[in-house]
């Protein structure tokens, strides 16, 4: 098991900045892909950004340039900084993880943390 506990969520002004953290502890060996999902109300969950445990990385359209996902593979850590925030970046941000584990793939999520873009 993988316990994924985010942190760093909060109300910040529009054109303000974040920086999430997402620390993962537990049975961590084969961690590969680690990233952030986003879920604003009525709408469905959503990729934001992912990252490899190569350090490769993608971006959902709406945050390329603004946002930048990192990882420390020593701390077991992943970090969404976030820049330029909108109003629409306003949601619950989920840390995921997958892992393989003797061939088996599996699957973790954190408990989500707010973020809120408001004047």
């Known amino acids: 098991q993988v316990q994924l506990v985010e942190s760093g969520g909060g109300l910040v002004q529009p054109g303000g900045s974040l920086r999430l953290s997402c620390a993962a502890s537990?049975?961590?060996?084969?961690?590969?892909?680690m990233g952030w999902y986003r879920q604003a109300p009525g709408k469905e969950r959503e990729l934001v950004a992912a990252?490899?445990?190569?350090?490769?990385?993608n971006y959902a359209d709406s945050v390329k340039g603004r946002f930048t996902i990192s990882r420390d593979n020593a701390k077991n850590t992943v970090y969404l900084q976030m820049n330029s925030l909108k109003p629409e970046d306003t949601a619950v941000y989920f840390c995921?993880?997958?892992?393989?584990?003797?061939?088996?793939?599996?699957?973790?999520w954190g408990q989500g943390t707010q973020v809120t873009v408001s004047s």
């Open positions: 990252i490899t445990s190569g350090g490769s990385t």
């Open positions: 537990g049975s961590i060996f084969g961690i590969n892909a």
């Open positions: 995921n993880a997958d892992q393989i584990v003797v061939g088996v793939k599996y699957n973790y």
